[in-house]
C-alpha cells in the first residue's frame, strides 16, 4: 500500500516568495492534516480537513498560508509572502476518519523541508 | 491548557543498554488519549503506541515497555537493550478526546543516539 506522498522534499526560496507544496493522502483516508515543525521542536497542527471541508485551521496564519483539499483527495498548502520563521518540516498526515485521527492512528510523509533565506 | 513536556532534549547510550524517555502532561480534561511516536532520519513520524485516560496498566511490545501513571501525570517509555537501529527522535503527545478534538499536541522530542 502506498505511503503519504508529499513534494517537493526540499525548498530554498528568499523571503517575501511564494511557495506551494503538495500532498497525497494514502487512497480511502478522508482526513488529512497539515503540520508545521520547526527545528527542535514537536510538530504544530495548521489544518485539518475532513474530506474537501475544514475541520481545523486555528493555528493556520492566515494573512499568509492558505490550504486546499478540492476533490477531498490530495491538497496544496501555499505560503506567500514567505517570512524567515517559516523555514521548517511541513508534515502532511492522513487518517481513515476523525475517529481513527483522534486515536493517532495518523500516517505521515516524510514531509517537505522549507529553508527560507 | 494541554502540554506535553519532554525535557530530555538528548539521550545518548551504548547498544544493548536500557534507556527511558519522559513524558509529563497536563490537561483539565479526564478523557485523553496519550502516543508516543518515532521520527527517524527520513522524517515521517511513525506511530507506536495509544494509551487512554482510562487505561493505565503497562505496555510491553518487545523491547519497548510503557509506563503510564495518571497520579504524576507521565507516560514514559522504556527501550530495553538498545540497538542502533532505535537511534531517532521519539515525541509524547496528547489528544483530548473527550473534548470533540482530534488535534494532537506534541512534545518538543527526545533525540536518542545508540551507538554501536
Known amino acids: 500500500e502506498a505511503g503519504v506522498a508529499q513534494s517537493p522534499r526540499y525548498k530554498i526560496i528568499e523571503k517575501r516568495q511564494s511557495v506551494a507544496f503538495w500532498c497525497n493522502p494514502i487512497?480511502?483516508?478522508?482526513?488529512l492534516y497539515w503540520y508545521q515543525q520547526i527545528l527542535g521542536q514537536g510538530p504544530k497542527l495548521l489544518i485539518q480537513f475532513q474530506n474537501n471541508g475544514v475541520v481545523d485551521d486555528s493555528q493556520l496564519p492566515k494573512d499568509r498560508f492558505s490550504a486546499e483539499r478540492l476533490k477531498g483527495v490530495d491538497s496544496t498548502l501555499k505560503i506567500q509572502p514567505a517570512k524567515l520563521e517559516d523555514s521548517a518540516v511541513y508534515l502532511c498526515?492522513?487518517?481513515?476518519?476523525?475517529?481513527?485521527?483522534?486515536?493517532?492512528?495518523?500516517?505521515f510523509g516524510e514531509g517537505s523541508r522549507l529553508t527560507v533565506l | 491548557a494541554q502540554k506535553v513536556t519532554q525535557a530530555q532534549t538528548e539521550i545518548s547510550v551504548v547498544e544493548k543498554e536500557d534507556v527511558t524517555l519522559d513524558c509529563v502532561y497536563e490537561?483539565?480534561?479526564?478523557?485523553?488519549?496519550l502516543f508516543w511516536y518515532k521520527q527517524p532520519p527520513s522524517g515521517e513520524l511513525v506511530f507506536l503506541i495509544r494509551r487512554n485516560s482510562f487505561d493505565e496498566q503497562n505496555e510491553i511490545s518487545g523491547r519497548y515497555s510503557w509506563n503510564f501513571q495518571k497520579s504524576t501525570s507521565s507516560f514514559n517509555f522504556t527501550i530495553t537493550a538498545s540497538q542502533v537501529v532505535d537511534s531517532a527522535v521519539y515525541f509524547c503527545a496528547l489528544s483530548e478526546a473527550g473534548r470533540g478534538t482530534d488535534k494532537l499536541i506534541f512534545g518538543t522530542g527526545t533525540r536518542l543516539q545508540v551507538f554501536p
Open positions: 490537561t483539565r480534561d479526564t478523557t485523553y488519549y
Open positions: 487512497s480511502g483516508h478522508a482526513t
Open positions: 498526515a492522513s487518517s481513515l476518519d476523525r475517529l481513527a485521527g483522534a486515536a493517532g492512528e495518523l500516517f
